[in-house]
Nanobody, 124 residues
Framework: QVQLVESGGGLVQAGGSLRLSCAASGRTFRSYAMGWFRQAPGKEREFVAAISWSGNSTYYADSVKGRFTISRDNAKNTVYLQMNSLKPEDSAVYYC?????????????????WGQGTQVTVSS
């Protein structure tokens, strides 16, 4: 069982930056692929970014590529999402997700564990 707790959300102006963090419980964090998803009001949850267990492989949605960076610190059981050049359409609840997946390919991975989410609001 893995528990995930997100933090770092808030209100920011367009063009600004935020860094989200996701702290994970459990001794096997380093074998988990991690992902970030988001859900805006009235819309379905969508994939944002993913990172392999080693941190060597990442994958991004086209809408955030070049603006967002996912990273992880296995010593701290934490995954991060650095969000730059934020746009109003990035406003959403952001969720962290995890799955036991000791492989480098992270595209299309299905996640088993989810956090409660953190709100990101970008004003125009």
């Amino acid at each position: 069982q893995v528990q995930l707790v997100e933090s770092g959300g808030g209100l920011v102006q367009a063009g600004g930056s935020l860094r989200l963090s996701c702290a994970a419980s459990g001794r096997t964090f380093r074998s988990y692929a991690m992902g970030w998803f988001r859900q805006a009001p009235g819309k379905e949850r969508e994939f944002v970014a993913a990172i392999s267990w080693s941190g060597n492989s990442t994958y991004y949605a086209d809408s955030v590529k070049g603006r967002f960076t996912i990273s992880r610190d296995n010593a701290k059981n934490t995954v991060y999402l650095q969000m730059n050049s934020l746009k109003p359409e990035d406003s959403a609840v952001y969720y962290c997700a995890a799955v036991s997946h000791p492989f480098e390919v992270v595209r299309g991975v299905k996640y088993d564990y989810w956090g409660q989410g953190t709100q990101v609001t970008v004003s125009s």
